[in-house]
Each structure stands twice: as C-alpha cells, then as structure tokens.
C-alpha cells in the first residue's frame, strides 16, 4: 500500500527558511513524478513544484528562486527547500506521486504558517 507522510511545517517569520519532507512508503516512488501543493485559507489547491524521474524540475511563478524541489531515490523521499518565506506562502502543503496512467498519490498535508 503506498503512502505519503509529509514533515516539517510549522511557524516561521517573514524572510525564514522550512525544508518539508515528502516520505513515500511502497514501491513507486523511483518511477513517480513528485509534486508538491498548496492551499491556503479560502483558496484552491495550487501547484508549487514538481520534479520528474529524470530530475527536470518545475516551479510556480511566485515560488522561482526562492523555493528548491528535490528528491532521493534512495531514501523515496522528496524534498521542498523553502527560503525567504513570505506570509503570502502561509498554506497546507501536501505532497504528491504521480505516475503515467495511474492516478496520484496524496499527502495528508503539512501546515506552513509564515508570520511575525
């Protein structure tokens, strides 16, 4: 059975940095396209960055430059390096697999507060 387990939000203020973990269970996590996601209060879900098999990475227009995704294979962990926070970045992440064909694998999500 795959799961995915996400760690590492909390609170932190404006200009400070988080690195959330995306611990993947199950055998698909080398051949999956790992994303992660946010929604905020009131707001749909959003995407925030993905990165594929091959390590090609995707970002979100407001997250570029400041936001790293990253992955493990040999740990099936993901990562997202978040730096120079903004309150505007304040959401649940949630992290994701996906593979061809398939339908995604979510997260139970992760609160990210960012506040002074």
């Known amino acids: 059975q795959v799961q995915l387990v996400e760690s590492g939000g909390g609170l932190v203020q404006p200009g400070g940095s988080l690195r959330l973990s995306c611990a993947v269970s199950g055998s698909i996590f080398s051949i999956s396209t790992m994303g992660w996601y946010r929604q905020a209060p009131g707001k749909q879900r959003e995407l925030v960055a993905t990165?594929?098999?091959?390590?090609?990475?995707n970002y979100a227009d407001s997250v570029k430059g400041r936001f790293t995704i990253s992955r493990d294979n040999a740990k099936n962990t993901a990562y997202l390096q978040m730096n120079n926070l903004i309150p505007e970045d304040t959401a649940v992440y949630y992290c994701n697999a996906k593979r061809p064909l398939y339908t995604a694998y979510w997260g139970q999500g992760t609160r990210v507060t960012v506040s002074s």
């Open positions: 990165i594929t098999v091959d390590f090609i990475t």
